[in-house]
């Protein structure tokens, strides 16, 4: 976009101070799941019981894996016949919560249900990891993608399968789905995965700002002898042996600090693992494959946008996005939607699944409840719309759509804290009231839905060579309660734009990140930063304020700045360079 929009955004400034801007949100009749194209899929149950057993799969180098398999049964005996079967690639062969899919409301860990309607479900410990034995090299590494392609190709031809495999996960399993799925095992028929990252660097990185994510399970002796061993090893002997393997696994963290740009070499795992763990290194294969997707994300999850940008790069996907956090699902039968999806392809039955949209999405209006207040719509593509961006600037005066020009300036403070926010997967950004500075609209005069993927087009002059830059999408109800609705952010020093390797919304800048591509600050020179704000479906109710805040630290990061404390940021609002959101609203 030209840096001559001045006009625009100035008018655009005062059509919101008056209202004018606003659309009115069209609302759909659909009201709940079942009207949003989710069939109330409840196919009769077939078998009442269960037979369970545990063991080790060896694999091609002898490492041996731990396999919890659950099979249909009659009278307590392993039901006859050949069945499909759907298998997990998890951290530990029983549920854990540091698979991302622990205890949820009708979620992951409920899918092992399935045996009642004929299917044979396994969950796999990955290497380096539970009860199995061996060394986690990395997190997603190929060696686990092999391991990945062995077992699957092992379900396929053994007595009681039928040959037609399928795959599930979220977050670090989902992860681990797809790339089971980049393999393309001949037998894998099928993949539903959640909350995992397309390109790791972008998902552990954001912005090249590491903050949330990227350390993954860590654990001692102590802490791998509490799992429950496979049969036959109650005396945990085996357990202990591979307990004492894992010591001398990759150090996660160690690993992702020692990599603060995309092309970074890893001396740890011998290889650029940005790229090796990336499921967009392996696009060709994964749309090569022709395994049929669906991807499942949340608005409260950062890595909501992964999944966003694997639908763009693949065909044939099914995408949800809920109102939900992590792995998350109230509100939406999940095993009856992955029971669908399975059928269908699987078992080859007509679910109505294909025929329905591609793209389901919850658009709500309260940030703070999950369950309440949800649309759920429909679309054949994203963005849903074709509304485009509006520009709002960055007034000078605090005012979100003000002409005042000038700059506004704040001192940075690493000390912030957000207890509320939550913990682990599920920690969420958090306006600290005096933190940064903020733009806020006038009060809306109607409800305003904003859906896609905002950007931030900011200029900044810093007294340091680098800063953290954060900016917050914000809801301000009329009591004064602000809720950040959505956030984006990056590291000034990798503000260069660059060609994508693969598709991502229209509009949104790449940044590749390399370190031949990092340019530091000169302190006090401006310098303009455009970087995308994570999607959204959102509806600001009427007498509601928008606002965009801009800070310099978050109370989520891992690697913050060693200098940033007490640094200053200037965000400068002039004709010659202007400062600005571009918001995804959607007019009637």
Known sequence: MSRYRWAIAGLVGLLVVAGALFAVVTRTEEADTAQAGFADYTPGTQYTEA??????????????????????????????????????????????????VGPREAGYSNLTALTEHGYVIAQVARRGNGQSFGVRRG????????????????????????????IYGCSNTGDAAMHAVSMRPPHLKAAFAGCFSWNKFDAMRRGGIAAQWGYGPTRTVADDMQVTPVAGDEDKTLLRQAAEEHQKSTPLAKMWAGMPYRDDFSPLVASRFWAEGSLSTYAAQIRESQIPLYIVGGWRDEFRDQGIITALNTSGSK????????????GLALVQEAHRFFDEHLKGIDTGLAEAPPIRYATVSDIGNPTGAIDWREAQAWPPTESGRTDFSLGADGVLGSQATGS???????????????????????????????????????????????????????????????????????DGTVSVVTEGRLAASLRAESEAPYALPPGVPHHRSYREDARPLTPGVAARLRFDILPL??????GHRMQLTVTGYDHRESIPLPDAHGSTIEVVTDPAQPSLVQLPVVHP
């Open 408 to 478: 506004r300036t704040f001192t940075v403070n690493t000390a912030v804290e957000c207890p509320e926010a939550g913990s682990g997967a599920t920690i969420q950004p958090c306006h600290t009231g005096g933190e940064g500075t903020s733009y806020t609209s006038a009060p809306l005069t109607r409800d305003t839905e904003v859906t896609g993927t905002p950007l931030a087009d900011l200029t900044v002059r810093v007294d340091r060579p680098d800063a953290h830059i954060f900016a917050y999408v914000e809801d301000v109800a009329p």
């Open 51 to 100: 037979i369970t057993e545990t063991f080790y799969l060896p694999m091609a180098d002898g490492t041996r894996l731990a396999m919890l398999l659950s099979r249909p049964a009659t009278d307590g005996r392993a039901a006859e016949g050949r069945f499909p079967v759907i298998w997990h690639h998890k951290l530990d062969i029983y549920p854990s919560p540091k698979d991302g």
């Open 319 to 330: 995408l949800l996005i809920g109102p939900w956090l992590h792995c998350e699902n109230p």
């Open 139 to 166: 997190y997603h590494d190929r060696v686990e993608a092999q391991d990945a392609y062995d077992v699957t190709e092992w379900l396929a031809t053994q007595p009681w399968s039928n040959g037609q495999v399928g």
């Open 537 to 542: 479906s959102y509806v600001f109710r009427e």
